[in-house]
Structures are given as C-alpha cells and as structure tokens.
C-alpha cells in the first residue's frame, strides 16, 4: 500500500536533483547535524535505562528492514485440509523466502495422522513444491524444515494436547521461541469450542508476561447474530479480543488494501466520491465453480451467507467509509463500523433482493449438473446459490445511492470486482446520435483474477463526425508493481504473527454484518425454493429485474 | 522480442520509433513507472541489461543503456531498441562515439519518461560525484557499486565526501539481509554492545560498511577482518557481561545465529543476483538517510585510522 504513495513523493527529490545541487549538499549536512543530535539523546537515554532501551539497530527510516516477526511458533489444527496444503504451508515457505519469518521460528502440525516429525515435513515440502510463489531454494527449505513438528491426536483426546503443550515448551527450548504461539484454527467451526477448551485446559491460551498467544479462526464467523455472539462468547472467554485474528483472505488482497491507497491518497477521486456524482455501485463475486466437496457446509449456508455476509460488505465498507484519521486498527475499525451500521435494507425485501439456485446447464463448454443434483444435497434443498441485494447507506455522503450486491456460483465466469458507475454529464452539448452509444462512466476496481482498475469514459471515434464512444482505461496492478504480488495469506500470516491487526474484522464488524443479513435470510427462508438460473449463465432473471426496476442493468463481466 | 537497430541516428528519431513500435506491438509500455539510465563498458553491457530486465518485472521502465565507445572516432550515435514480451518496458541501447561521449546527457533527456522519476546506475566504474555527473543531474536516484572500483574499500569510504541526498551503492544494498537478520537478533534485548568484528572477504566493500553502520548504531567499536569469504562471513558482537552474539555464514547461503541464553539457529541468507540487488534499490526511490549516516561514520573511522 505503501507504493503509491511512495512515487507520489519521489517526483520531489528528481527535481532537487536537477536543481541546485549545492542546495542539497546543504540540506544533507543540516540533516546529519539534526541526525547526529537525535543519537545523542538516544545514547542519553539509553544509559540512563538499559533495559528498556528500543532496539538499536532499527530505525522508522530505516526501510530496508522488512518487518520481522519476533521468535514464534505457529501451531496449525487441520493440516490435512486442502486449505492447509494449497495456502497456508506454501504462504509460510514464500514469507522465509523473502525473508520475514524470524530466526527460530517453528511449525507445529497437529491432526488425527499417524505422522512423524518427517512425514508432516514431507507433506509440506510437497505443498511447497507444488504451490509456492517463489522459486524453491534449498537453504530456505533447511531453515523452515528445521522447526517442523507434528503432534498426532484427535481433538477430543487430552492426552495429545498435553503432548501439545509439551512439544511447545521444549520448541521454547531447543528454538529460542520465548513463549510466543500462535494457533491457527483451520478446522471446521464445529470443532472451535473444543479445540478453544483444550488450550485452555493445557493452559496454553495464557502465556507467561512478556509472550504473546494469538488465534487465528476462519470463516464462517457463525451462521446469523446470535450464533456468531456465542461463537465469539466462547473465544473471548479464553482469548481476549485483541488475540482474536479473525481472516477474511479477502482483505489480505493487494487490491483491496489499494481500495484505501486509491481513496485516500489521491485528489483525484474524492470530491466525486459521494451522491452528487455517483449513480450507484455494484460489487460483484463470480465464480464459475459449484459448490464442488463443500456440499456438506454449503448446503443450509447459501450464497448470502458465505460470501455476502463477511467478503462484499467488507468490501462495501471500504469503499463507502470515510477517511480514518490514522491507517491504524483502530481508526479503520471504527470507520467500518460507523458504515456498516448506516447500511440500510431495502423497504420491500421481495423487490430489494433476489436469489437462484443453479440448474443442470452448460458451463464454459461442459455440461454441468444442478445443484439439486450435486452429491450430498437433499433433492428439496431450498439454500440459495446466487444472491443478490440492494442496499442503501444512510449518510450525507450515500443517501439515496444505491449499492448493488451480488454473488453466485456456476456463473458465466470467475470476478471480483467494485464498480463505481457515474452519473450522466447534466448536460450534453452533442447531437443525441453523437452520443447514442456512449454509457455511463465507471470506476471499476477489479479484485480477482486480474488485480487493477479501469475507468471508462467517453472519447471521440476518430473521423470526421463527431461521434463520441466508451473507452477503457487500464492500470493492471502486475504492470506497474510486483511480477506476483504476495498472496493474500502471506500478508495475513505475517501481520498475525507481527500482531498487527488492521486487515482483520473486529467482532463488531462481524455483529453488524449479521444484523444486515438476518432479516434477509429470515425473509428468504418463507419464500420457498429459489428461482433456478442454467449453470452458466449470469444468475436468475429476478435478479436483472431488481435493477431494471431502478432503470439500471448488472455489467456485464 | 522485437530488436530494431538505428545507425547514425538521434534522439528524436529513437522516440518516433520507440512510439511506433508501442503503436504496433498493442501498447505494451503502458505502466512504466520509471526510466533507468545504465551507464556501462560494452563488457558489461550484457549483464547490466539482463539486470535491469529482471528487475523491470518489478518495476517497469524504460531503460536507457549507454555505452561509451571510442572518443576518436567521428561523432555518432548508434541505437539498438527491443520491446517485447521478455519485460514489461522498453529497453534502448545507446552507442556513443567521437565527441558525443562527453555529452550522453543530450540524448538522454529527450528519452526519459515525462513526469516519473529517474534513476541513474553505474554497474561499472562510476563518476567520482555522481550528483554532478551529466547524466547523474537528470536522475533522482544515483546507483554506484564500489564492489565494482578499483579500489574498492576507498571507493565506499570517499563516498561520504561526494554525498547528495539520492545516492545510494550496491555495497550497502547487498547488506539488506545481514542487516535484517542482525536487527531481528536484536529485537529481544540482548544489552550493551562493548565491540565487535565483521568479518568478509579482503576488498569486499560491504564488510566495513556494515562495520561502520553497527557502530553508528550501537556506539560501539566494530573491527573489519579478513576472511577467505565468499562475501561476509561472519559478524561477531561482544556484549557486556560476557557472551557474544554471532551471525557466521560460510558456504554464502545458510547463515548460523547463536547467542547468549539460546540455541543456535539456521536462517537462509543468500546472496543475491543483481537484478534482486536493482529491484530493491527501484523499490523506494526518497533518499536514504541510514545509508548516508553509515558512510559518514565510515568516513570518520577511515580518516581517524
């Protein structure tokens, strides 16, 4: 996020240098008098308090220096899982790629195997191997392989987080990792409450003073309010907030957090980033999947739930919030939440919402089965896979603009994306066939697959008429930046084990999400089945009604 | 890979092919952020532009190489351009002949990118100033490499004389790793530094450099040894109350940290290509003030021995 900004400011030493050289050899001197001057109190200080002192050899302008973690071990429940395997091992083999896992630091895998310390470091050199964004370097894979540990068990079984507690006190020992745990709850929320009571039990939820312990739970952050309370009630009794990470992989993405940069770096977009110049906004997740082996979770959870609950609204907040103070946790937060409680629901839930459920089609060129037909879902299930709703925020900024949501699964295609729709020029100086096919301009910010943005306006078609057409204008974030940037899950690792927690919802966030959700599914559930869309397709006629009712159509993606 | 090779050329003419060769390849220069001025030997032309490509992944830019061909000869300039899929930017080879060598920033400045910062790399010998060198005055950030001097520990040291906010050396760009392994170890407090030694090998530039950063740091007397290397080898530092925190690495790839109260432990610290070396030095163009504080340390120390 810090790159923008970054050659927002360079501009000014190009010019010095072309300038006045001499003026800035003075300037350097001036800064090594006022550098100089600061050390020497810094040296004050630290004779008076030794113990106390900061670390010496970092300094805020020193920003070579990555952020490092300090000594820890992450602890992972549900290392057999496909997320484990796709995500998160090869994530922490790319962060000591780049260098930021501290000296030390250790990898406990703990499931229902049969494993040795070897197998478990077999598995994740395979995860590694097969999905790691940097290049495979032997002296890395020494260091990590090092500190790899598995611990057998089931969760139920107390004799193995004994184990547990064990193997982490001498990992303290034999690794230097000075009491720091993170627990990394990749498992199914049914398991939370027990796994939670265990470190408890073990004593390994409190860690002596001076070393933290952190946990990190997924989505889903309950199924409605009052689950996500008790949910929440039970961690909170043995973790305090703050130790909470609660990942939503979504906001881990560059773009996302480019949201913020976009917005509150530049002039250029704010004084049109209200209702006197936006017509409305549409934030969309496509995806051309099914429900594929999550038949068991999907089923009952729905499209509303899984997706528009925590990623869109989360998205829907940064886009619509206003500027936080600092670009700190709690003045993000607080910003979020001052948004998301002025989301308001549509006065009619039939006309201000719509939902399908996808039926046997053809998908991208194969046939594919219905959700009906999905194995494992009962024949009558009436879970939504597609859902889409208006919502209005209730500021002086927004009221009266409306933010379209939608999201559904075997639709024509994989996309994530914010769009920004401007209103129409007031006035139009050109004939109406000069402009019959110019549309509305649009900021579109694309999250996935291909991170940028796009703004789209109106140009002149070359010739001798003057006729004035759409056109695109593109930024794609791997141009301009990183060849590939950092997985979503390297930020979100880091930053737990850092503690630093901006990119992480607070249980308020969540609460507030639920309430915007809760009635929406209570309407739904007396509604009977969903309308059926052909997989393929882009979602159920309702739902293309819901806009045209506003005058308004979907993009299409 | 399209090359397009201009003899006896100029400047504008190189722009009007570089825009029509954008025009027909579908816009592929969209996104540079940067221009990157390589001044370079015809020997060391190869590497520089396999570099810069490399680190043009990160940053796209358009580089703007310049070789210096023979003064006798009568005044020319020879232009290689390739655009294509290898890197997101464009890269022009400049070959300058006669009296035109004296004079490289007249082709250059109608060639940089408008409005984006300029970056200027000497991967071979470099001017004794770069900030007044012609072609270093048109660039915001100055990239030396005293590993690449004849003399390459004077050449770290005298550059504290000739600083200008915006200079940087690769010396101290290879030190990243080091340096960030050292203020990890440092991050649970280990007390006073009283000494300490950094050992590399004899003529690596970097190894007084760090010396001269730890003591600027840690106010602490930090001695240079040498060592058969490769690279740095090894930082030693004497805390008070006994005990010794020491980074060694031998086989310059897996570095071993041990201190006082604690076991040892293996972190990988390789050393780095050139283009890893450029992409960092692309990554933040403001200047860097630690990097001036350690080479005016390193100046005083060299001057009081």
């Known amino acids: ?557 | 890979m399209t090359t397009f090779n201009l003899t006896e050329t100029t400047a504008s003419k190189i722009s009007s092919t570089l825009t029509r060769l954008r025009h027909q390849m579908g816009a592929p220069a969209v996104g540079m952020v940067l221009t990157l001025v390589a001044v370079v030997d015809e020997a060391g032309q190869y590497d520089a532009v396999r570099a810069a490509t490399e680190a043009a992944r990160e940053h796209p830019s358009r580089i703007l190489v310049i070789i210096n061909r023979s003064p006798n000869e009568h005044n020319r300039l020879d232009a290689e351009i390739r655009v294509g899929e290898s890197a997101p930017g464009e890269v022009v080879l400049l070959r300058l002949y006669g009296e035109l060598t004296e004079h490289a920033h007249s082709v250059i400045t109608p060639l940089l990118l408008p409005d984006t910062p300029v970056v200027a790399w000497w991967p071979c010998q470099g001017p004794d100033v770069p900030a007044k060198d012609p072609v270093g005055r048109l660039a915001g950030r100055r990239i030396t490499d005293a590993q690449a001097a004849r003399d390459t520990v004077a050449a770290i040291s005298g550059r504290a004389d000739v600083y200008v906010p915006g200079d940087t050396d690769m010396a101290w760009t290879r030190l990243t790793p080091w340096r960030s392994l050292l203020a990890a170890a440092f991050d649970q407090p280990i007390g006073k530094v009283e000494r300490g030694v950094v050992e590399g090998a004899a003529g690596n530039p970097s190894a007084p450099l760090l010396a001269a950063w730890l003591s600027d740091r840690l106010a602490a007397p930090i001695e240079v040894a040498d060592s058969s290397g490769p690279g740095l080898t090894g930082v030693r530092l004497a805390v008070a109350g006994g005990g010794e925190l020491v980074v060694t690495r031998t086989d310059a790839r897996l570095a071993t940290l041990s201190r006082p109260g604690h076991p040892d432990r293996r972190v990988a610290l390789a050393r780095r290509p050139t283009s890893e070396l450029l992409a960092e030095e692309l990554r933040r163009l403001d200047p860097d003030e630690v990097y001036a504080s350690a080479i005016q340390r390193l100046a005083q120390l060299s001057k009081s021995r």
């Open chain 1, 1 to 557: 996020m810090t790159e923008p900004r970054t050659r927002a400011e360079e501009t000014a030493p190009a010019t010095a240098a072309t300038g006045t050289v001499a003026e800035t050899v003075t300037q350097a001197a001036a800064q090594a008098a006022a550098q100089a001057a600061t050390q020497a109190t810094s040296e004050q200080v630290a004779a008076a308090n030794p113990l106390s002192l900061p670390n010496p050899l970092r300094d805020p302008r020193d920003r070579r220096l990555p952020r490092v973690a300090e000594p820890c071990v992450l602890v992972l429940f549900g290392v057999t899982g496909d997320l484990a395997k796709r995500k998160l091992l090869p994530a922490i083999y790319d962060l000591g790629n780049r260098g930021l896992l501290p000296p030390g630091f250790s990898l406990v895998g703990f499931a229902r195997r049969d494993w040795a310390h070897e197998d478990f470091a077999q598995v994740t050199y395979e995860a590694v191997k097969e999905h790691a964004r940097t290049p495979f370097r032997e002296e890395v894979w020494k260091q990590i392989s090092e500190g790899i540990h598995f611990c057998p068990g089931t969760f139920d079984d107390d004799g193995a987080f004994d184990v547990l507690a064990m193997m982490l006190k001498e990992i303290d020992e034999t690794r230097g990792t000075g009491g720091n745990y993170a627990f990394y709850l990749s498992v199914p929320p049914k398991y939370f409450p027990v796994v939670i009571e265990q470190l408890k039990r073990t004593n390994l939820a409190q860690g002596p003073s001076g070393s933290w312990r952190r946990v990190v739970v997924e989505k889903p952050f309950g199924h409605d309010l009052n689950s996500a309370r008790e949910l929440n009630a039970l961690t909170n009794a043995v973790f305090p907030e703050e130790s909470v990470f609660r990942i939503d992989h979504y906001l881990g993405k560059e773009t996302v957090q480019n949201i913020l940069a976009l917005r509150f770096a530049n002039t250029l977009y704010e004084p049109i980033w209200n209702r006197r110049y936006v017509d409305h906004i549409q934030i969309t997740m496509a995806e051309d999947i099914g429900i594929g082996g999550r038949a068991g979770y999907y089923d009952g959870i729905g499209a509303a739930r899984d997706v528009i609950q925590n990623h869109l609204l989360q998205l829907l907040a940064l886009v619509a919030m206003e500027d936080p103070t600092f670009f700190d946790a709690d003045s993000l937060r607080r910003e979020k939440e001052k948004v998301l409680s002025a989301v308001q629901l549509p006065a009619d839930l039939a006309a201000g919402t719509a939902r399908g459920q996808y039926t046997r089609g053809w998908q991208g060129g194969e046939p594919v089965v219905g959700y009906l037909e999905e194995d494992g879902i009962p024949a009558d299930s009436i879970t939504e896979t597609y859902a889409a709703v208006r919502l209005e925020v209730a500021n002086r900024r927004w009221a009266g603009v409306p933010f379209y949501l939608r999201t559904g699964k075997r639709l024509s295609g994989r996309m994530t994306e914010v769009a920004v729709v401007f209103q129409r020029a007031p006035h139009l100086p050109f004939s109406k066939t000069d402009t019959e096919i110019l549309g509305q301009n649009a900021l579109v910010i694309r999250v996935q697959p291909d991170e940028g943005i796009t703004v789209r306006f109106g140009s002149k078609v070359p010739g001798t008429a003057m006729e004035v057409r759409d056109v695109l204008m593109d930024f794609a974030y791997g141009e301009s930046f990183m060849e590939s940037s950092p997985e979503a899950y390297e930020r979100l690792l880091l930053d737990v084990l850092i503690g630093d927690p901006p990119l992480f919802p607070h249980q308020r966030e969540v609460e507030l999400s639920w309430m915007i959700m809760d009635p929406i599914e209570e309407f739904w559930a007396s509604q009977g089945r969903p309308e059926g869309y052909p997989a393929g397709t882009w979602g159920p006629a309702s739902a293309d009604e819901m806009l045209a009712r506003d005058g308004r159509a979907w993009r299409r993606l």
